[in-house]
Each structure stands twice: as structure tokens, then as C-alpha cells.
């Protein structure tokens, strides 16, 4: 039996990079559609695993894979402010447009990415209805330690009106804004918030460019 006094290790899901189906020779969105998640799923079912996030985070053969959802109500998206009350002060006043996080033993079983999925969007946001996922590209970025051992899957939500809030409200601040002022902030965004917005917000109606 473990100690009481020993902190758990989390154990987070991990796909071999030469298992991503596709390959992770990109940098930013890669556009992707259905076929594309039956195949990352069945990718994660055949070959993912979950391993201890410290040796996960040493080890650029594995990708810990993302869910990535972005929060749209026509034209505006939804957008985070991180607070001074978060515990990485180098994340205070950072801003996301994207909702997600690691996936976990708890998510395991026949789809541990779309199980991962909708726990995601509990945990972190509070909207009285039922969101339809749909995909819209892998997300990549090997230019610096912490992306060369992460993917993304983006996601868009469509809110049609109704209300989103964040839960965590003492950390974090979120409301619907134009399209322009979230390009207009870009240097204050989160590096994947960047990727993101360059490839999916660029233009009216704008969509991933395969």
C-alpha cells in the first residue's frame, strides 16, 4: 500500500509517434475530418497507453494526446483569461480559446478520446446543453520541449446563443468575444491558442486550410 504522505503521480495517455496516423511532420493545424478520427481512435485503442506524466513529458517518441476544444457562438469565440490565482505565475493573464487536457486511466475504456473529450468540457466549462464535437485538425508543434511531446485534437463547438461560463472562476475568466479583438490579442494568447487562431479564425468564416 502507498503511503498517505506520497503524492500520486498522474498517469496520462500516450500514443508512439510513429503510431499517429498521418505522422507529426507538421507544425500548427493539420486539417482532418471523420475518417481521420476513426483512425486516431482506433490508433489510441490498438497502441496507446497510459504511462507517469513526468517520464511522458522527458520522452519525444510519445505524443500525450490532447483533446482541444474551441467554443464558437457565430462569429465570436469563446475566450480565457487566466488569473493571478493560478499556481504557474508565468501563466497569469495568458489567455486560451481552447477548452481541454490530458487523458487519464478514468477515461479508459472502448473511446478513451472522446471519453476524455466530454469529461474535459465538464470539468472546465458550465453549459445547460449537450455540445456536438466536430473535429476540425491535429494540432503540432516540435519546435520546444513541451510541444514536441504533445498533439492536439482540435475541436469546434458551435454555442448557437446559449450560455457558457467557466467553472473555475477564481482561476479563470472567460466570455464571447469578436473575432478580431481575440486576433488583436494574439501576443497575449498561449502558444497553442496562437497555432490555433492563425489557422481557424483567419478571415470571416474562416476554416482549417488542409
Avoid at 487523458?103 to 466530454?118: I, Q, R, S
Wanted: proline share 8%; charged share 30%.
Amino acid at each position: 500500500m502507498r503511503p498517505p504522505d506520497l503524492p500520486v503521480t498522474e498517469r496520462v495517455l500516450v500514443l508512439p509517434r510513429d503510431r499517429v496516423p498521418g505522422g507529426c511532420d507538421f507544425h500548427g493545424i493539420r486539417a482532418a475530418s471523420d475518417p481521420d478520427l476513426v483512425a486516431l481512435r482506433e490508433a489510441v485503442s490498438r497502441h496507446g497507453r497510459y504511462v507517469d506524466r513526468p517520464m511522458a513529458e522527458q520522452d519525444p517518441s510519445l505524443k500525450q494526446l490532447i483533446p482541444y476544444v474551441v467554443v464558437r457562438d457565430g462569429p465570436d469565440v469563446f475566450l480565457m483569461r487566466r488569473t493571478d490565482a493560478g499556481g504557474d505565475a508565468r501563466l497569469h493573464g495568458k489567455g486560451s480559446i481552447g477548452v481541454g487536457g490530458h487523458l487519464n486511466p478514468v477515461d479508459d475504456g472502448e473511446d478513451a478520446l472522446m471519453a476524455g473529450l466530454a469529461r474535459e468540457w465538464a470539468e472546465e466549462l458550465e453549459a445547460d446543453w449537450e455540445p456536438a464535437f466536430r473535429l476540425v485538425g491535429l494540432l503540432n508543434d516540435d519546435t520546444n520541449p513541451v510541444g514536441s511531446v504533445h498533439l492536439g485534437v482540435v475541436f469546434t463547438v458551435e454555442a448557437d446563443g446559449r450560455r457558457v461560463r467557466v467553472r473555475e472562476r477564481d482561476k479563470l475568466r472567460g466570455r464571447f468575444e469578436p473575432t478580431e479583438a481575440v486576433l488583436a490579442a494574439r501576443d497575449e494568447l498561449e502558444t497553442w491558442s496562437q497555432l490555433v487562431a492563425e489557422t481557424l479564425l483567419v478571415g470571416p468564416g474562416a476554416a482549417v486550410r488542409p
